[in-house]
């Protein structure tokens, strides 16, 4: 895939703007910050960290016609947030296997990644590597999320299924 994805944030103004990586995205013009609902794209993914299906090779068709958006959300309120906005949008809702966060916050922890990780590592595990690593720029720690992930993201990229996406997670992490 090489066209470029539009992006979409939706943020609920849960953690400090000056820290917030959808907001410096936006300021870049790397993504659209919304903070209403009714503004969303209709067709594409919306991130969410707890909905149970992996993002996986299947849904890559997805994004051709369609927008990844992000919620932007502080970790604390992350279940009213995501029961907040799946009542409010029709996208299809996809979680991403572990990662570790680079972002200085989470630094190293499986699966706490911030918008902008979540963002990269939708794009660059739907092929559209060039895209993740100019929204990484963005920040003096983004390249290390790739560095961080190289191996896992390249294995999961090239997943033949989300279920075989899934199980390669235990070959990374140890999961209970």
């Not at 075989?164 to 209970?176: A, H, K, S, Y």
């Amino acid at each position: 895939m090489s066209q470029i994805v539009p992006i979409h944030a939706i943020w609920l103004e849960q953690d400090d703007p000056k820290k917030n990586t959808a907001v410096r995205l936006s300021k870049k013009n790397m993504l659209t910050l919304h903070r209403n609902f009714r503004k969303l794209p209709r067709h594409g993914i919306l991130l969410d960290p707890l909905c149970g299906k992996v993002f996986g090779p299947e849904d890559h068709n997805l994004l051709k016609s369609g927008s990844i958006v992000a919620l932007d959300c502080s970790w604390k309120h992350i279940e009213d947030s995501v029961d907040e906005v799946s009542k409010r949008t029709k996208l299809t809702r996809r979680m991403l296997p572990l990662l570790l966060a680079a972002n200085p916050v989470n630094w190293g922890k499986p699966g706490k990644l911030s918008t902008a990780e979540a963002i990269a590592a939708t794009l660059y595990l739907s092929s559209n590597i060039e895209q993740a690593e100019s929204v990484l720029s963005a920040f003096n720690w983004g390249m290390r999320f790739i560095e961080l992930n190289q191996e896992p993201l390249e294995e999961y990229r090239c997943a033949k299924s989300s279920s075989d996406l899934v199980n390669l997670q235990f070959e990374f992490f140890n999961i209970d």
